[in-house]
T-cell receptor, first 116, second 110 residues
Framework: DAKTTQPPSMDCAEGRAANLPCNHS???????VYWYRQIHSQGPQYIIH???NNETNEMASLIITEDRKSSTLILPHATLRDTAVYYC?????????????????FGPGTSLSVIP | NAGVTQTPKFQVLKTGQSMTLQCAQD?????MYWYRQDPGMGLRLIYY???????DKGEVPNGYNVSRLNKREFSLRLESAAPSQTSVYFC?????????FGNGTRLTVT
């Protein structure tokens, strides 16, 4: 699976948009970009994913560059409850006959602090 | 639906003791995973199972064994616990979907 690179930490003012970047320059054509977040020591929570088109849901927006080598997670109006570690991962699953692999590797992520 | 259930929530072991961490999911997912997370660190993959009957090593498999008992259950065994295995252990599952995580097992080895 392709590796990802994220800044170790970021700050964002409450009420402003938080833009979290992720580089995945070795991404393959069949790999999706996924974003998760982890609040305190809870289990990570899924946020959003995409292949090549921009995506939006009730939590966030995902912008993927045309060459797919990087992406940005956007939290449009950050609140204090968005303070968390955000993980960007890319993954591919192969379920070809007689073989299968579905490894999902997390990097260290970005620690986002939302400041009042 | 309970999602992904991990037991126990907390455990303290002495060095050299053995134990099995249990994980069960009720979402009929094929793939299941075990991760560990040390304080201030990201998640590291220990073992995963892409389908019933198959298991594969992740990034940090040494000192652990796993069993995919059936489609629902994926257990992680520490045969001889060491202080370096003090960590929070997360189980996860997925199908053609994002990962669903359990709430973790906090293990301390003294």
């Amino acid at each position: 699976d392709a590796k990802t690179t994220q800044p170790p930490s970021m700050d964002c003012a409450e009420g402003r948009a938080a833009n979290l970047p992720c580089n995945h320059s070795t991404i393959s054509g069949n790999e999706y970009v996924y974003w998760y977040r982890q609040i305190h020591s809870q289990g990570p929570q899924y946020i959003i994913h995409g292949l090549k088109n921009n995506e939006t849901n009730e939590m966030a927006s995902l912008i993927i560059t045309e060459d797919r080598k990087s992406s940005t997670l956007i939290l449009p109006h950050a609140t204090l409850r968005d303070t968390a570690v955000y993980y960007c991962i890319v993954r591919v699953a192969s379920f070809a006959p007689k073989t299968s692999y579905d490894k999902v590797i997390f990097g260290p992520g970005t620690s986002l602090s939302v400041i009042p | 639906n309970a999602g992904v259930t991990q037991t126990p929530k907390f455990q303290v072991l002495k060095t050299g003791q053995s134990m099995t961490l249990q994980c069960a999911q009720d979402m009929n997912h094929n793939s299941m995973y075990w991760y560990r997370q040390d304080p201030g660190m990201g998640l590291r993959l220990i073992y995963y199972s892409a389908s019933e009957g198959t298991t594969d090593k992740g990034e940090v498999p040494n000192g652990y064994n796993v069993s995919r008992l059936n489609k629902r259950e994926f257990s992680l065994r520490l045969e001889s616990a060491a202080p370096s295995q003090t960590s929070v252990y997360f189980c996860a599952s997925r199908e053609d979907s994002p990962l669903h995580f359990g709430n973790g097992t906090r293990l301390t080895v003294t």
